[in-house]
């Protein structure tokens, strides 16, 4: 966006491209100066909203003048090419739907929505297969396209992180898009997880059993997991007579405690200065070592270094442990315990009615989605090789649950696409060089990551307000499966 | 609010309930005795008294506002009553007492057998008319899966096949009563789409698959159109008749309640002002007054034999 262009023309030039030429109904209903007159106006509102807003925060800058002092420089410039910018966004988003609505008035589109709705089903059908072997192949994909250096960007930083959040995301959803129980404190069942690893490994195996301190991971991951559901029981047992936005406080409080305790209790947990973890071994077998032992490098005669044979490693046990979650979560919603929690968020009443005990079917929601968590924050550890309370803040809390509800009514495949796009989305924005050609090269681009994935989500969730998953898939049928629709789902009340 | 006594001191005839119904209460399946209920100073229900037997449909009728939901939601667990007791002889496992006062709304159900539907429809919208009936045999579907059902579902090993062969009777079981209410075309659509008569039907075949022993219906014909009021009233007779389920309802339409009822409660104000046949209160002075609200000589007994929409009542 050039610096100088004023709003309004900036607005009336792109309108003077959409009008009609580029139209080709002959019968065109939409009243084109109605809505060519309207998107001017939103335009205008938009341009002087952004004036104001910008105006002292924005438009001026203050730096250390020559003298040591402080000068004021003022960015006019700047603040109208954002000014243009808001208006062109406005006015192209007025034309578009006053056009949209019009065609929609004109051409009612029931004709092939029985057939669109059967290639979906067949679309949807196919589509997990396809992404799960593309993930099983993506190691030796990178490799071969990157290779061996690119590695440890593409599958740790990419492959890895994602798939511990789509792994979080799993087991959050088992809460939130399943039961209706809004979770705002998830992360404190990876933190248990983590730390119930770190300390198992670091404190009592070495002592009981110092034979089997190789396998640590492997042994302390169910331990993570059952200690996790404990504390999953744990926060359910006071928040059951809770509903909606109250429960969503408690979980949020009980996620601080938990960090809290972590940072407090120093001589368990060594406060922010944080525990060394073990790292993963390959079944016993060391990537790295200090102390001489053979390593998976040795025994296998490969000549690599063993961070990336680590990350590849890593890259297959969190794909194993979040397919695992996912089978898992597929399995239950056919019990009468997957159905029960989908029956809580629909109506809780008539659930008791029906003769459900509700506290139990809470309880294990909380307690299934946090054993999740739990090895999830097993894994971290062992991934990371360190833990400390700064890895499991509210901040982490929020990234999963908007995993979470941006995949969408509880499908499994809505929160993986939404990990990608979020976890991803992020770490692709860290390569955001080329703006300095456009900004100069003061500019700094990775200072609006955030800024610019919070824009993708407001705009991801006008697109799809119920996620990126628009409908439900039964659990079980009887003639044919048909997806239920989005308007009938209910959120659940807490 | 009127004073709930009110009418009793302006009218001492009022005091004098009908004399016929107590004997009954030797095969009763539901003794409601005493019952009271009271919202801070309001006395919505007050020392109510009336039984429902084992193979009899019981109605429990009365003016808008005289109390009969506030019976129905203590009898099923909703509100906990503030005096008086509630008991079901001989629920699911034949010759036990249950003090469904002391129980849980959902014990109610599970344990003791009572099940109930709601005056606004409470279906599961968002899931298929199917998975709506199979939510409804959660009890025994998990009882039956056993203890290993979990693990053994995950594993696919031991209990998986046990797992799987209760789902499919469990499936058979919601087909037979979707053959009952005709909607066995509509069984995996989202219970939200279907029109308002079949979501009464599937909501009364969603709380008898609780296997219920009395079912409590609240104003089941709210809504219907005469024809689907009739068959409301073939489905209830089946109920009763060859399932062996009592039934206590709530209804307004008293072209129903005349046609199906073997037996009626008359609330107002939260008392019984009549108990008996069908045929007795239609003709009881206490509930014509009720009803109309003036003295059975002023009237040029209409209601006496017309049988339908004395409902309007009082304002």
């Known amino acids: 966006m050039g610096p100088s262009t004023g709003g309004d023309t900036a607005a009336s030039r792109v309108n003077g491209d959409g009008t009609s030429p580029d139209d080709p109904a002959p019968v065109d209903a939409t009243n084109w100066p109605h809505v060519i007159r309207r998107a001017l106006i939103a335009a205008a509102l938009s341009a002087s909203v952004v004036v104001v807003l910008a105006f002292p925060i924005v438009s001026h800058l203050a730096k250390p003048g020559q003298s040591g002092a402080l000068a004021l420089e003022t960015r006019w410039g700047l603040v109208a090419g954002l000014a243009a910018a808001a208006a062109v966004f406005s006015a192209l988003s007025q034309l578009l739907s006053g056009h949209r609505r019009a065609v929609a008035v004109r051409t009612p589109t029931t004709a092939a929505s029985s057939d669109v709705s059967t290639f979906r089903e067949t679309i949807g059908k196919v589509a997990p297969w396809i992404g799960l072997v593309a993930l099983l192949l993506y190691p030796p994909f990178v490799v071969a396209t990157t290779g061996w250096a690119g590695a440890i960007k593409w599958v740790d930083n990419f492959g890895v992180q994602i798939l511990i959040y789509v792994m979080l995301a799993w087991g959050l959803n ?150 695992f979650t996912a089978w898992v979560t597929i399995r239950l919603r056919r019990m009468p315990i997957g159905r029960a929690w989908e029956a809580l968020r629909e109506d809780e009443i008539a659930c008791r009615a029906l003769g459900l005990n509700t506290v139990t079917i809470k309880l294990s929601a909380f307690a299934i989605g946090a054993a999740f968590a739990g090895m999830a924050g097993a894994f971290f550890a062992t991934r990371q090789g360190f833990i400390n309370p700064k890895s499991f803040e509210f901040m982490e809390s929020a990234t999963v649950l908007a995993i979470v509800v941006l995949g969408g009514m509880g499908s499994l495949t809505g929160c993986a696409i939404a990990a990608m796009v979020m976890i991803g989305g992020t770490e692709l924005l860290r390569e955001l060089d080329w703006l300095k050609l456009i900004f100069g090269r003061d500019f700094d681009p990775t200072q609006y990551r955030m800024l610019l994935l919070g824009l993708a989500l407001v705009v991801l969730m006008i697109w799809r307000p119920r996620g990126l998953v628009t409908s439900r898939d039964p659990s079980i049928a009887l003639k044919r499966r048909k997806a239920v629709s989005a308007t009938l789902v209910k959120e659940g009340a807490g | 609010m009127m004073d709930p006594h009110m009418l009793e001191d302006m009218d001492p005839p009022m005091a004098l309930l009908p004399p016929e119904p107590m004997i009954r209460s030797s095969a009763a399946l539901l003794d409601v005795d005493h019952l009271v209920m009271r919202f801070g100073g309001l006395t919505a229900v007050d020392g109510l008294s009336f039984s429902a037997r084992r193979d009899e449909i019981t109605a429990l009728i009365g003016p808008n506002g005289a109390g009969k939901t506030t019976v129905f939601n203590c009898i099923t667990g909703f509100y906990r009553p503030s005096g008086g007791a509630i008991r079901l002889n001989g629920g699911r496992s034949g010759s036990d007492v249950y003090e469904l006062h002391h129980l849980e709304d959902y014990q109610i159900t599970s344990r003791a057998g009572v099940a109930r539907t709601f005056q606004n429809i409470r279906l599961f919208t968002g899931m298929t008319v199917l998975e709506n009936l199979m939510v409804a045999q959660h009890r025994r579907l998990s009882r039956e899966a056993g203890p290993f059902a979990i693990a053994g579902v995950l594993g696919g090993v031991f209990g998986g096949a046990a797992y799987l062969k209760s789902e499919r009777e469990g499936v058979e079981r919601a087909v037979a009563w979707l053959d009952r209410i005709g909607l066995t075309h509509r069984a995996d659509d989202p219970a939200g789409d279907l029109p308002y008569g079949d979501q009464r039907r599937l909501e009364i075949a969603r709380a008898m698959l609780t296997e219920p022993v009395l079912l409590c219906l609240d104003e089941p014909a709210a809504g219907l159109n005469p024809r689907e009021s009739a068959e409301l009233s073939d489905l209830l007779r089946t109920i009763r008749d060859d399932l062996a389920t009592a039934i206590l309802l709530i209804e307004h339409d008293m072209s129903v309640v005349m046609d199906i009822s073997d037996h009626v409660v008359v609330l107002d104000y939260g008392r019984r002002i009549s108990d008996g046949p069908p045929t007795f209160v239609r003709n009881d002075p206490n509930v014509i007054k009720a009803y109309l609200g003036v003295e059975h000589d002023e009237l040029d007994d209409a209601p006496a034999t017309g049988s339908a929409n004395v409902s309007s009542g009082r304002a």
Do not use: K, Q
């Open chain 1, 174 to 323: 088992i809460v939130v898009g399943l039961a209706g129980l809004l979770d705002l404190g998830f992360i404190a069942f990876a933190a248990v997880g983590a730390y119930s690893y770190t300390l198992i490994s670091i404190h009592v195996l070495p002592s009981v059993a110092p034979g089997l301190v190789p396998f640590a991971f492997w042994i302390c991951l169910p331990f993570a997991a059952v200690l996790a559901s404990f504390a999953g029981i744990l926060l359910a047992f006071p928040v059951l007579r809770l509903r909606g936005d109250y429960l969503a406080i408690v979980t949020l409080a009980f996620g601080e405690m938990i960090r809290l305790v972590l940072v407090n209790w120093n001589s368990l947990t060594n406060g922010y200065a944080g525990l060394n973890a073990p790292r993963i071994t390959f079944f016993g077998l060391p990537f790295a070592s200090r102390t001489g032992e053979t390593t998976f490098a040795e025994v296998f005669g490969l000549d690599l270094s063993p961070t990336v044979l680590r990350a590849i490693f890593l890259y297959y046990v969190i794909l194993a442990l979040a397919l």
